[in-house]
Nanobody, 118 residues
Framework: QVQFEESGGSQVQPGGSLRLSCVVS????????MAWYRQAPGKQRELVAS???????DYADSVKGRFAISRTNSRDTLCLRMDRLEHEDTAVYYC????????????WGPGTQVTVSS
């Protein structure tokens, strides 16, 4: 069974940077498009960034130009570099397979908390 282990979340001031990592096990990581999602308090989970197995990337408009998704297939690892963080980026961040509708995904890791606060 696939498992996701996210890490790297922290509290940071507005304008700061963080790098999230996710180690994926129980699947052939390199085969699949992957993504980062986030869920803020009281809000639905949203897609933040995605990366295909052949490396093209895509981003939500709210993070475009500030976040960068990457993957290291040899290490089954997905990363998210986040720069110029804003209060609105506060959320729990999760990695998972990329799906247009994340409600179809049934296995989730614990996520990692990102808090942007002065």
């Amino acid at each position: 069974q696939v498992q996701f282990e996210e890490s790297g979340g922290s509290q940071v001031q507005p304008g700061g940077s963080l790098r999230l990592s996710c180690v994926v096990s129980g699947t052939i990581f390199s085969f699949y498009p992957m993504a980062w999602y986030r869920q803020a308090p009281g809000k639905q989970r949203e897609l933040v960034a995605s990366i295909r197995s052949d490396l093209p990337t895509d981003y939500a408009d709210s993070v475009k130009g500030r976040f960068a998704i990457s993957r290291t297939n040899s290490r089954d690892t997905l990363c998210l570099r986040m720069d110029r963080l804003e209060h609105e980026d506060t959320a729990v961040y999760y990695c998972n397979y990329y799906r247009a509708d994340s409600k179809t995904l049934d296995a989730w890791g614990p996520g990692t908390q990102v808090t942007v606060s002065s």
